[in-house]
């Protein structure tokens, strides 16, 4: 019997709250189709988007910390290999080998305690604000399910009320139809009935209603005093969380760099011990040009060919050997002027043509009986028109000055050493200060606007693709 009467009792719930299933399911509908009304709190509203706003940022925070642990303990453990590295290499007969044992194990206390900490003062705190958020979010959907089965109730009041002539005029037509079939004293009883059993859904369509609205006003009063109070909560929140963390960041560096201070201080006992035996470092060339290795210049945007880096190089050299020296002249042979002889090495592209013509203009004007020697200077020229005379160019130009080319192509810089191009730019070109970073293809040069106006060469100067340009003849 007493599992009967359990059974029935389980089966009476489940029937009961299926039947509040459905009543809700039906609520929402009508109020969505607008067949009825909906009872609204924008107040309530607000709070619950706050609500939402403070869990996504709770939540996110908390992901957050746990990936800022997960890489405080990963650099423990890189650390860790690290000074047992240091202790493996470290012989026993050199000095501080036993301030390195403690170095190393101070440094892992110090990552464990950091950890640790960070555990207890940021991420139990955060779990623990956060716990609160489940229950609170229940809590408001429960509300949300009391709201409609109060406004169900609500409605179902109304619908009884505003009925109630509709019920009389239902309830008199059958009490017509039994008067013609029941006894005369039947018929008013029949009719008490029939209205009893009207006042009766009345009376409890009433009661509902005031239980479904106590219901809702209980969890509404209490979330609209936690709701606020939850959302201010999380400045102080905020501001506790990310003090703990900076300051346990401010003591463990303090510690760390204590430490690194000792392995440091060590290590320089063994460097004076040991200093005739350093390994020697070379040190990257520290000039402002440094050189492109293994770097080719690209092809110019036309598709042109890449001219011939040695044809070139020689070229750049002979005329370097002899612009350095502005003083110098060439004595001029009656037999052959300097310019075809100099046109001709330079056709040739050889240091021996080049030499052979000296030689040969030095024996001219050894035997001729000239009382003077008719002397010519190679003054810089653009388009073959000479600019001036070669004192004076040189006194506009930057130091070991070369020649000029003239960009043909845009060239946009892919490092800070390179300089800028746009066609039609004027370079002049200067040599490395250091050969040996010159890389095949490259040249070294100053734009003649930057030299003119700024007249800097170390802020100026630059690398750039030689086959981008074109020598100004």
């Known amino acids: 019997m007493a599992e009967l ?11 009961s709250n299926v039947q509040k299933k459905l009543t809700r399911a039906q609520e929402k509908v009508l109020q969505k189709l607008g067949k009825a009304d909906e009872t609204k709190d924008e107040q309530f509203e607000q709070c619950v988007q706050n609500f939402n706003k403070q869990l996504s940022e709770g939540t996110r925070l908390q992901k957050d910390l746990r990936t800022y642990l997960a890489s405080v303990k990963a650099m423990h453990e890189a650390s860790k290999k690290l000074t047992e590295c240091l202790q493996e290499v470290y012989e026993p007969d050199w000095p501080g080998r036993d301030d ?22 940021a991420l139990l ?42 019920d009389e005029t239902k309830i008199a037509k059958p009490v017509s139809l039994l008067e ?27 009661e509902e209603l005031v239980k479904a609205q106590k219901v809702f006003e209980e969890m509404n009063v209490d979330l609209q005093e936690e709701l606020p109070s939850l959302w201010n909560s999380r400045v102080g929140f905020y501001v506790n969380t990310f003090q703990s963390i900076a300051g346990l960041e401010e003591n463990f560096h303090k510690e760390m760099s204590k430490l ?47 001219t011939s ?58 035997s001729s009986t000239l009382p003077a020697v008719v002397v010519e200077t190679f003054p810089a020229t653009v388009n073959g028109t000479v600019e001036g005379g070669a004192s004076s160019e040189r006194a506009d130009m930057p130091p070991g000055f070369l020649f ?48 003119i106006q700024h007249k800097e060469l170390d802020q100026c100067r630059g690398v750039f693709p030689e086959n981008f340009t074109e020598r100004v003849q």
């Open 100 to 121: 390195t044992n403690k170095i190393a194990e101070n440094n892992d206390l110090l990552w464990t305690d950091f950890h640790q900490k960070l555990v207890d003062q």
């Open 404 to 451: 000029k080319v003239q960009a043909m192509h845009d060239y946009t810089a892919t490092d800070t050493d390179e300089l800028q191009l746009k066609a039609g730019d004027v370079v002049l070109v200067i040599p490395f200060e250091n050969p040996e970073e010159q890389d095949e293809g490259w040249l070294m040069g100053v734009k003649e606007s930057d030299w």
């Open 125 to 166: 705190t955060m779990d623990t604000y956060l716990g609160q958020f489940p229950d609170i979010k229940s809590r408001i959907a429960k509300r949300g399910r009391k709201l409609v089965d109060y406004d169900s109730a609500r409605h179902h009041f109304e619908a009884l009320q505003t009925a109630k002539k509709k």
């Open 5 to 15: 009467g359990s059974k029935g009792v389980t089966a009476g719930k489940i029937a």
């Open 180 to 206: 013609k079939a029941a006894p005369q004293w039947c018929q008013g009883k029949l009719q008490a009935h029939l209205v009893a059993q009207t006042n009766l859904l009345r009376n409890q369509a009433e």
């Open 260 to 306: 690194n201070q000792n392995l440091h201080d060590v290590l320089l006992g063994l460097d004076k011990q040991y200093s005739g035996n350093a390994f020697p470092v070379k040190a990257q060339p520290s000039g402002s040009t440094p050189a492109k290795a293994n770097k080719s210049p690209s092809p110019p945007p036309d598709g042109s060919p890449i």
């Open 309 to 366: 880096p040695e044809t070139k190089t020689v070229n750049h050299e002979l005329e370097a050997s002899t612009l350095e020296a502005p003083g110098a002249s060439i004595p001029k042979s009656p037999s052959q002027p300097a310019e075809a002889a100099r046109a001709g090495a330079e056709a040739a592209g050889s240091e021996a043509a080049a030499g052979a013509e000296a030689s040969k203009t030095e024996a001219d004007s050894g």
